[in-house]
């Protein structure tokens, strides 16, 4: 019964969205107040009916209602309480209705929290918003019914996919699609301002908070992912450049490219249009990894076997919502007219260096990641693009963009002084320069290049301290006077601060990592030492014991440190009798310097195991500076501007009126 009023709930919350998009919109065309106002409720009444059947799903999987067929195959009655309701969201009917949840629920944010927004565009952007609901709830209604239920009944489940039977892998999916989903608010905005034909600095203020918000939450998922990856494949990497992690990075680069955009607009009234298609694009790549992930174009870890046939449904989506606002787009985009003009040098002209950046490198990833799917289902043409290409054509592009960070955030509105900001940031290249020979001398075996990225990641973090102490005079001003101009800094302002900072502390994990970690791979006997990297690693053997629901072949370490006992490391291979699937649990000693990364294979015939050990160096740094970004985000998000209101716009000439 439960299962059937979640099914209905679906249906209900269907012929609500349809209204929503329906009767708002046309309330703004006519200047009707009641009509417009029919959104809030709208996306409220969603919001409820949505998070109802969503509710209904998960008391399904945690009662393990073995009648719905994705309970059946995603679930068990041994599974861990804590994956039981992994299981809601890790398969694909489960999966796009906590997409649907999250999309209404950035509704019912709009509609509570947004009053400071003018009726129309809060209608319009309410109405645009139900629209891509109607099509999921579509989608999932005739082709993803998640309450479908099987006759007869079996005894048990199939259970969970192993490999997302992980804590990591649970909070991954809610976190990643509240950034995907979320940049569903910033294209629904843009489209009605496109409909109303009017952008300026107050609608940039709205658009900001929901594209931080997104933001902030996509890089806690890509960072989830990415940590999950490290640590539970047992491969000793954190990106592999897969298509499913791409289509993720994408948005993410876009919406990075898009806060920076609507600074602009905010300040300057200027790049409207610019700032108006970032925002269709970002919206439009998580349509395309929502695509990829669904169509059965690939096999991944990551991504969900489906039926082509729904892929087919979701590409239809995916063209009509880029398609249509793209039409618009074409149609107003040259009615907005630049009114801020600035010097070559200046903030703004930064700010167009770091939107150009972010957007090639965009590029560069959309072509690395769908071409190859597009040779192979087009042309018949197995083509392979992996991590040389991308290192290739990808890391210059995020070079360039740390050596211009501190440059962009130092140069004055309107018109800036290069050789007056370098005056200031002199002693930021200075530090950078001596870290940089700092780890050349460390590391001699080495070539220049690594510690030469190293100095320019250094270079980006640096500049952010020196030019938050430039803002607040210390060193030109009594202490007490620096002390009370930086508490009285904008939230928004730490907020940048804080993000460019961790975007610096990851490049020099990335660099580190990707420089000098070490590798071996052996066949060990028990009680064999493997030399590695400085440190020497002793098999002392493989015990059995059992999990939850799994059994273990634990594979035990000794490390050793210039001949003294250091720790003790397990490696586990993990079988699963429900799935006959067996997964790899690395050993890992971590560190803010290096970890020390083991992996226990398969037993071979001659009675030793398979063993690979790594020392990678920096490598939990890749983490630290995705935290970091994600708390600049969260304090800008906090900016008080955001939270009182927006700067006023101008009265409309024709005035709202009440329904006839």
């Not at 197995?382 to 890391?395: C, L, R």
């Not at 101009?485 to 730490?494: E, I, Y």
């Not at 610096?504 to 590798?519: H, L, P, Q």
Request: proline residues 5%; aromatic residues 12%.
């Amino acid at each position: 019964m439960i299962a059937e009023l979640g099914h209905f709930a679906l249906i209900l919350a269907f012929a609500v969205a349809i209204a929503q998009s329906i009767i708002p919109l046309w309330g703004a065309h006519r200047g009707y107040a009641e009509p417009m106002r029919f959104a809030e409720p709208a996306a409220m009444v969603s919001f409820l009916l949505v998070g109802f059947s969503f509710a209904a799903l998960t008391y399904s999987f945690i009662n393990s209602d073995f009648s719905l067929k994705v309970v059946a195959t995603n679930s068990h009655s041994a599974k861990p309480f804590l994956f039981k309701i992994a299981g809601v969201w890790g398969n694909h009917e489960g999966s796009m209705l906590l997409w649907i949840l999250i999309l209404s629920i950035y509704g019912a944010l709009v509609a509570a929290f947004g009053q400071n927004i003018p009726p129309a565009l809060r209608a319009r952007a309410l109405s645009v918003q139900a629209m891509i609901a109607v099509a999921f709830l579509a989608f999932i209604l005739f082709t993803s019914n998640p309450f479908e239920r099987l006759d007869p009944v079996p005894l048990d489940g199939k259970g969970l996919n192993p490999l997302l039977q992980d804590w990591a892998l649970a909070a991954h999916p809610p976190f990643l699609y509240m950034g995907y989903v979320g940049l569903s608010m910033p294209f629904s905005f843009a489209v009605a301002a496109l409909i109303e034909g009017r952008v300026d600095a107050a609608w940039a203020r709205w658009v900001r908070p929901w594209t931080l918000l997104a933001w902030s939450t996509l890089t806690v998922g890509i960072a989830l992912g990415s940590y999950w990856a490290y640590y539970e494949l047992g491969w000793g990497g954190w990106w592999f450049w897969d298509p499913v992690e791409n289509a993720s990075f994408m948005p993410w680069l876009i919406a990075a490219a898009l806060l920076h955009s609507a600074v602009v607009v905010e300040k300057r009234s200027t790049l409207k249009s610019w700032t108006i298609l970032l925002a269709i694009i970002a919206f439009s790549l998580s349509l395309v990894g929502t695509f990829i992930v669904r169509s059965g174009l690939l096999t991944s870890v990551h991504a969900f076997a489906s039926d082509p046939e729904r892929g087919v449904f979701i590409l239809a989506i995916l063209l009509v919502a880029t398609g249509g606002a793209l039409i618009l787009y074409a149609w107003r985009a040259p009615q907005m007219e630049p009114e801020g003009v600035f010097a070559p040098v200046s903030r703004e002209s930064g700010l167009i260096l770091n939107n150009l950046l972010l957007s090639v490198s965009t590029a560069v990833v959309f072509l690395g990641t769908l071409y190859p799917l597009f040779a192979d289902g087009v042309m018949d043409e197995k083509i392979s693009v992996g991590k040389p290409f991308f290192d290739f054509a990808f890391a210059p592009f995020m070079i360039v963009t740390l050596i211009a960070m501190p440059l962009g955030a130092a140069l004055s509105w309107k018109r800036g002084d290069l050789a007056r900001v370098m005056s200031k940031l002199w002693i930021a290249a200075v530090l950078a320069f001596l870290v940089g020979i700092a780890f050349w001398a460390l590391r001699t075996e080495s070539s220049i290049w690594p510690p030469l990225f190293i100095a320019i990641a250094f270079w980006a973090i640096f500049g952010v301290v020196v030019d938050l102490a430039e803002r607040i005079k210390l060193g030109r001003a009594p202490f007490s006077e620096s002390m009370r101009r930086l508490g009285r800094l904008p939230r928004s302002a730490w907020g940048q601060a804080v993000a460019h900072i961790g975007l610096g502390i990851t490049a020099f994990g990335i660099i580190g990592i990707s420089a000098w970690a070490t590798e071996d791979i052996r066949v060990a006997q028990i009680g064999d030492r493997i030399p590695l990297s400085g440190y020497e690693l002793r098999f002392d053997g493989v015990e059995s014991s059992r999990g939850p629901n799994y059994r273990i072949d634990g594979g035990k370490f000794t490390v050793f440190k210039d001949g003294k006992e250091l720790t003790t490391l397990v490696s586990e291979k993990r079988f699963y009798p429900v799935q006959q699937t067996q997964t790899t649990e690395a050993g890992i000693r971590a560190s803010l310097i290096e970890d020390i990364y083991i992996v226990l294979g398969d037993r071979q015939d001659n009675g030793g195991w398979a063993v690979r050990s790594y020392v990678k160096p920096f490598a939990n740094w890749i983490w630290l500076g995705a935290l970091i970004m994600t708390l600049g985000g969260v304090l800008s998000l906090t900016d008080r501007r955001h939270r009182v209101g927006a700067p006023g716009r101008a009265q409309r000439v024709a005035p709202v009126v009440p329904a006839e």
